[in-house]
């Protein structure tokens, strides 16, 4: 089972930007896609961008598209969300997963390991 570890979390002001990080374990990093979710008090767990093995393939929520940028380093076993011009909106617990695919994928039902999640707060 790979163990998944995100960072970069934090509170910003509006229009501020993070960068989450998120560190696999194991050798089969590269084998498969990847998805940053999140998921707000009260609301169900959402996709916000997923990535395919190789990188050069993604997919981004219409809330999310032009602000964030999801990347990896197959090199270095980690994913990436760049979260630029952030909203008050995009205020939530963070979360990276791996999914069963080579493919990017936005069901949570293919996604097989979670993190633990990284709070993001946006202030207005």
């Known amino acids: 089972q790979v163990q998944l570890v995100e960072s970069g979390g934090g509170l910003v002001q509006a229009g501020g930007s993070l960068r989450l990080s998120c560190a696999a374990s194991g050798r089969t990093f590269s084998r498969y896609a990847m998805g940053w979710f999140r998921q707000a008090p009260g609301k169900e767990r959402e996709p916000v961008a997923t990535i395919n093995w190789s990188g050069d393939s993604t997919y981004y929520a219409d809330s999310v598209k032009g602000r964030f940028t999801i990347s990896r380093d197959n090199a270095k076993n980690t994913v990436y969300l760049q979260m630029n011009n952030l909203k008050p909106e995009d205020t939530a617990k963070y979360y990276c997963?791996?999914?069963?695919?080579?493919?990017?994928?936005?069901?949570?039902?293919?996604?097989?390991?979670w993190g633990q999640g990284t709070q993001v707060t946006v202030s207005s």
């Open positions: 997963a791996r999914s069963s695919t080579t493919y990017r994928a936005t069901s949570l039902r293919l996604y097989d390991s």
